[in-house]
């Protein structure tokens, strides 16, 4: 019966995820243009689904004016819309500026990518304040440091994440384990995913992003089972703490995937890639003491069956999430 209502349970939430949108709170675009010959070159604007299940209105314009021809517009599954195209200009690229407009708070920022024949590769950010972009010099992309914000915006707005997060501490206080045990637990997906983050964005290795997508999606899915089945007595923490271990490698492809079209600038790439982990982290640890924080206040209060309602229904949100994440990351990856 406690399988059957379980399952129930996660049905339910589903279809409440499903009602909220994508995995990823923002939804980010790219504007990539490669110069074939003066003037003249193909580009690739892709704009990905915000979780409020719309195109970003982010646009661009080349000033002076350029003409766009043959252009196509494509779906990739069913988050991001991809338009390609060629440019003609009556001057060379590097003469050019590219401004950026339609900044939302789900779509603060816009990725330029660019190769002018004449010019050093451009790669920067665009957001509201930095609207515009000189392609005929190098011009000043993201700061060193807002790599650390980046990094913490990745983790705090990419839900799968959080819920892993919150998975992992109410299965420790669900064992009743002391601090040592959540700092060791924590300690491991730390170092799993500061590894593969580490080794993806050094080039050292690979991965197939659809199927981490519904891996990472699983490993939600195994949290939420891990919280409501019955334990075996004595069991060894052992297989929990490797698996932990290899859930952070999963988490970890997933941060470096989710920074592909942005990525880290080559001149300052330990840095930034320190500064970004940097912030994951913070993240995390920020996730972790405002559930805390609630749990103690209810505790603190006389509130014990507030607090056990809070956990069900974090653990229902958890649980019925993540086998909506796995079920569409799975029939997209099939």
Not at 12 to 34: D, K, N
Not at 35 to 49: A, C, D, H, L
Not at 146 to 173: Q, S
Request: proline share 4%.
């Amino acid at each position: 019966m406690k399988r059957l209502a379980f399952a129930f349970l996660l049905f339910i939430g589903a279809l409440g995820v499903a009602q909220t949108g994508h995995a990823h709170e923002m939804g980010t675009s790219a504007f990539i243009l490669h110069e074939s010959s003066q003037g003249t070159g193909q580009f690739v604007f892709k704009r990905t689904v915000g979780s409020d299940d719309k195109i970003p209105p982010i646009d661009f314009q080349f000033l002076p004016a350029c003409e766009l021809r043959h252009v196509s517009t494509e779906w990739e599954g069913n988050t991001e819309l991809i338009q390609r195209g060629e440019f003609f200009c009556s001057r060379s690229l590097g003469e050019h500026e590219i401004t950026a407009s339609g900044f939302t708070r789900l779509a603060p920022d816009l990725i330029v990518l660019a190769t002018p024949l004449q010019s050093d590769r451009i790669h920067a950010v665009l957001t509201p304040k930095q609207a515009s972009i000189a392609l005929g010099k190098q011009t000043a992309s993201t700061p060193t440091l807002e790599y650390f914000l980046i990094g913490i915006e990745h983790i705090v707005f990419g839900p799968d994440h959080v819920l892993f997060v919150a998975g992992l501490y109410l299965l420790w206080k669900r064992r009743k384990q002391n601090t040592k045990q959540l700092i060791g637990q924590f300690t491991l997906f730390t170092v799993g995913h500061s590894l593969t983050l580490g080794l993806l964005v050094l080039g050292l290795i690979a991965v197939p992003t659809r199927a981490i997508e519904a891996w990472i999606a699983l490993s939600v899915l195994w949290l939420a089972w891990e919280l409501v089945r019955t334990e075996p007595p004595r069991q060894s923490s052992w297989p929990h703490l490797l698996l932990i271990a290899v859930f952070g490698l999963l988490h970890g492809s997933g941060f470096a995937l989710s920074m592909e079209e942005r990525g880290f600038p080559q001149d300052a790439l330990l840095s930034t890639l320190l500064l970004f982990n940097l912030g994951i982290e913070v993240g995390q640890l920020w996730i972790v003491t405002v559930l805390a924080t609630a749990f103690t206040l209810l505790e603190k209060a006389n509130l014990p069956n507030y607090a056990r309602l809070a956990q069900y229904a974090l653990t229902l949100c958890v649980g019925g999430a993540a086998l909506y994440w796995t079920l569409e990351r799975i029939h997209s990856y099939v």
